[in-house]
């Protein structure tokens, strides 16, 4: 049988009387959920003591906090700081005696911006920038700064820059190696050297990092880049036919320093040839002269002793030596025949001569005389 099957006094499993069309009874819900939480509490007492509960529960979930490797707890005992909790599970005072605020230490966030500055020389340059940065003291990073953080680090890098900036001549900046052109061998400006890139960004990053230093902002600056540096766009093709000159300069000066190098050490080398060659030729020509000296000396020394032999001794020497380059015809006929000379050759060469006596060449005849010595007896 269905259990609400028609008739009178519709019943339900559990035998209660279901009564249609009529409002809810209120006052009957409430008896009966405070007889319930009587019975759980004895009356009244059961509200307290799931207030009792409630406490207990709040106190617990409360009491602990865990924070992350990348982050540092501030600590705050009835809104004043009292410590800061390294990453892990820490204890703490329920709230809201204690709260804690985590704060990310490792991230390294960014500010970027394009700013028009105002140079040395009184010309607008444009300049994208970019800022990294990390917390390095969470207490100064929440409570010191006043304003914004991304507005304190925005304002401070903007001065920061535009500091550097006019401390530089136009030029100076725009032919900064590695920002908009290669760097010239002089800076337009006269006494005014072109700064490196990663000075200017240097420079920006120390000035930025002790304004904040100042602002007790517990701030760490890492980098500070400059994206593009360009001039002004009415002067851009002006300032770029100068870009184009100066590396037209730049290259010519390459290939005249090439050629130097290539044509220097030639030069050097081929004067330390021929001074060499010279020094050889004097130390050769000193060592001839001492050596004729010498040979003369001796010469004077055996004249003295026997002058007759040593006149006949260097009379047969020069005739030797006047007749060993010459060629020479011996006749055995006795005069019979008709002696033709031989003809020189192109290279010195003498031809024979068919049917005359043999030519001899590089041959030296001596007449043998008693008093004849052989060459260089008498040294």
């Not at 914004?148 to 725009?174: F, P, Q």
């Not at 002089?186 to 005014?192: H, R």
């Not at 080398?269 to 004729?292: F, L, P, T, Y």
Request: charged content about 25%; aromatic content about 6%; overall charge neutral.
């Amino acid at each position: 049988m269905a259990w609400n099957e028609p008739g009178n006094g519709q019943k339900d499993p559990w035998n209660r009387k279901r009564t249609t069309g009529q409002k809810p009874d209120l006052d009957g819900v409430i008896k009966s959920l405070k007889a319930r939480f009587g019975k759980f509490g004895a009356g009244s007492g059961g509200i307290s003591a799931i207030v009792v509960v409630f406490i207990v529960a709040w106190l617990l979930v409360s009491s602990y906090t865990v924070i992350d490797a990348r982050q540092v707890g501030v600590v705050l005992r009835f809104g004043q700081f009292s410590r800061i909790l390294p990453p892990g599970f820490h204890l703490k005072a329920p709230s809201p005696i204690e709260t804690v605020n985590k704060v990310e230490t490792t991230q390294v966030r960014s500010v970027s911006d394009n700013v028009s500055m105002l140079t040395r020389d009184e010309n607008i340059i444009a300049i994208d920038f970019n800022v990294q940065y990390q917390v390095s003291d969470a207490r100064k990073f929440l409570y010191s700064n006043a304003d914004r953080e991304e507005n304190t680090i925005h304002n401070a890098a903007e001065a920061a820059v535009r500091s550097v900036v006019g401390a530089n001549v136009m030029d100076s900046i725009l032919t900064t190696p590695g920002v908009d052109a290669p760097a010239p061998a002089q800076a337009a400006a006269p006494g005014v050297a072109p700064a490196a890139k990663e000075t200017l960004q240097q420079q920006t990053r120390d000035i930025l990092q002790a304004t904040l230093d100042k602002y007790d902002a517990g701030i760490l600056v890492t980098g500070v880049s400059f994206q593009n540096v360009s001039p002004p766009k009415e002067v851009k093709d002006a300032f770029d036919d100068v870009n184009a000159a100066r590396e037209d300069k730049q290259s010519e000066e390459n290939k005249a320093r090439a050629y130097e190098s290539r044509v220097v050490p030639v030069a050097r080398g081929e004067a330390a040839r021929i001074a060499a060659e010279a020094e050889a030729d004097r130390v050769e020509r000193v060592a001839r002269a001492n050596g004729d000296a010498e040979r003369f000396n001796l010469l004077l020394k055996e004249y003295h002793a026997a002058p007759e032999v040593t006149r006949r001794r260097l009379w047969l020497e020069t005739i030797e030596e006047v007749m060993a380059g010459n060629p020479k015809i011996v006749d055995g006929t006795n005069g019979k025949n008709i002696i033709q000379l031989p003809v020189p050759g192109p290279n010195g060469s003498v031809r024979n001569v068919p049917g005359v006596g043999a030519v001899i060449q590089s041959a030296t005849t001596t007449e043998a005389t008693p008093n004849a010595q052989p060459q260089g007896a008498a040294q």
